[in-house]
């Protein structure tokens, strides 16, 4: 038998080590109540429209559709994308500071080789997106911490850190941030903190790059704040979205938006990484943009998530231990506890998986490994019937560790 392992980077089996270490693990049994899931709802998808464009686009444009495209994307994709932006989010850019990626983990995962050199130091947020967290890890660099609140990254504390650093002759050379409707936690960043925000970047001199995954998926109406990409006038701002949460996660479609300079600087990564994202899910969505499928659906999406988080809301509110923490997000997918007791979410999590339910715990969001008694719930996925039943089991599991 070969020893693969004996062939490996050292960078190989240090990826595979955090990445085994810090993956959520999924427990794909269905006869459980699953609150741990990042998943849309599938009832949520335009199936018959996708395939209508589906077969029209290859019978019409096949030899196109299924052909090697240029890195940057499909021309026609990105002009429509490039007025979906301005649309949707306001954001108003050439096809010159866009470049498509394969799902907006590809975005990470570009800037971070991209930026992120061994020992530099990046902020992030406690806690953050663990995927791109992982990315990050990748490039071993220095973390920075900055807490959150219900209204989104502690700025303040932010500051503090920043001139802490400088006392020492030390800098960040770049923020992640997920501003609006966060994954783990659901909070949004408000607007006077954006603009504290990008006041920092410039005083402390570093770039942001803004997640905004989440920023077409919100619930209540003209909550959502704008996005750092538009209140920056320095160009400071890497803006990483998707289509995944809004059209399909499967079709596998995000982009980064930034300074045409930044888009060149990119583009060999992105080449490097799969040469292009496929052609043909480009072709399907410029159709389905141009048609405004994702316009036309989103009004349903809203009211089917407002509901389901509006449940998961009331049945945490009846039932959840009195000391807890908990967000109460404007959109996304999730719902942050903090239990603020002794019990420890990851020693908990097989109890609450014999009772039938179960949940993400939030040590993984922190680059420390912090946040014993977080948990991260989806809310998107399950019925009303299941969040109701669900989080009465969770809480009876809390309590019974709580008498032990
Ligand atoms: C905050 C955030 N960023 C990025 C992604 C990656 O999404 P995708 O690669 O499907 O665009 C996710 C997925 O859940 C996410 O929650």
């Given at each position: 038998?070969?020893?693969?392992k004996r ?6 089996d240090y990826?595979?080590s955090?990445v ?5 693990k999924f ?6 109540i699953s ?6 709802d ?6 018959d ?5 589906a077969?029209?686009v ?8 299924l052909q090697?495209?240029p890195?940057?994307g499909?021309s ?8 979906f932006?301005y649309r949707?989010?306001?954001i108003?850019?050439?096809?010159d500071?866009v ?5 907006s983990?590809q ?14 130091y990046?902020?992030?947020?406690e806690p953050?997106y663990?995927a791109?967290l ?10 920075i911490?900055v ?5 989104g990254?502690?700025t303040d504390?932010l ?8 006392s020492e002759?030390?800098r ?8 609006t409707?966060?994954?783990?936690s659901g909070?949004t ?6 603009k ?8 402390f001199?570093f ?5 905004d995954?989440?920023g ?15 209140m ?6 890497i803006?990483v979205g998707?289509l995944?949460?809004v059209?399909?996660?499967g079709m ?7 300074p045409r300079e930044v ?6 990564f992105?080449?490097?990484?799969d ?8 072709h ?8 405004r499928?994702?316009e036309r659906s989103?009004p349903r999406?809203?009211?089917?998530y407002?509901?389901?988080r ?5 049945a ?6 009195e ?9 996304g997918?999730?719902?942050?506890i ?5 019990v420890?979410?990851?020693r908990l ?6 009772r039938?339910v179960?949940?993400v715990?939030?040590r993984?969001f922190y680059h420390n490994?912090?946040?014993?008694d977080t948990?991260?719930l989806?809310?998107?996925y ?8 669900g989080?009465e089991r969770l809480?009876?599991v ?6 032990r």
């Amino acid at each position: 038998m070969i020893s693969y392992k004996r062939y490996m980077s050292k960078d190989g089996d240090y990826v595979a080590s955090i990445v085994a270490k810090y993956s959520l693990k999924f427990l794909e049994d269905r006869s459980i109540i699953s609150f741990a899931g990042g998943l849309p709802d599938p009832a949520t998808f335009p199936v018959d429209d996708l395939k209508r464009i589906a077969v029209e686009v290859i019978e019409k444009h096949g030899c196109d559709a299924l052909q090697y495209m240029p890195s940057r994307g499909v021309s026609t994709y990105v002009r429509e994308l490039v007025d979906f932006l301005y649309r949707a989010r306001g954001i108003r850019v050439d096809a010159d500071n866009v470049i498509v990626t394969t799902g907006s983990q590809q975005a990470i995962d570009i800037i971070a080789r991209m930026y992120v050199d061994e020992g530099v130091y990046i902020a992030v947020e406690e806690p953050t997106y663990v995927a791109a967290l992982n990315a990050f890890r990748a490039r071993k660099p220095r973390f920075i911490g900055v807490p959150i609140d219900d209204f989104g990254m502690r700025t303040d504390a932010l500051e503090d850190k920043l001139r802490r650093l400088r006392s020492e002759a030390n800098r960040i050379n770049l923020l992640y941030t997920v501003p609006t409707a966060q994954n783990p936690s659901g909070v949004t960043l408000s607007v006077d903190r954006r603009k504290h925000l990008i006041e920092l970047a410039n005083e402390f001199d570093f770039l942001i790059v803004e997640d905004d995954a989440y920023g077409l998926m919100i619930f209540d109406e003209g909550a959502s704040p704008p996005p750092l990409f538009c209140m920056d006038r320095s160009g400071r701002v890497i803006y990483v979205g998707s289509l995944s949460k809004v059209l399909t996660p499967g079709m596998r479609l995000g982009h980064i938006v930034a300074p045409r300079e930044v888009i060149e600087s990119l583009e060999p990564f992105k080449q490097i990484a799969d040469l292009h994202t496929p052609s043909i899910t480009q072709h399907i969505a410029a159709v389905a943009l141009r048609e405004r499928i994702i316009e036309r659906s989103m009004p349903r999406i809203r009211s089917v998530y407002r509901m389901k988080r509006d449940a998961m809301l009331r049945a945490i509110q009846e039932h959840i231990v009195e000391t807890a923490w908990w967000t109460r997000p404007i959109g996304g997918m999730f719902i942050w506890i903090k239990l603020n007791t002794r019990v420890d979410t990851e020693r908990l999590l097989p109890k609450a998986y014999s009772r039938g339910v179960i949940y993400v715990p939030g040590r993984g969001f922190y680059h420390n490994e912090d946040g014993f008694d977080t948990m991260r719930l989806n809310f998107t996925y399950p019925s009303i019937d299941q969040i109701e039943e669900g989080i009465e089991r969770l809480s009876r599991v809390i309590m019974e560790e709580l008498c032990r």
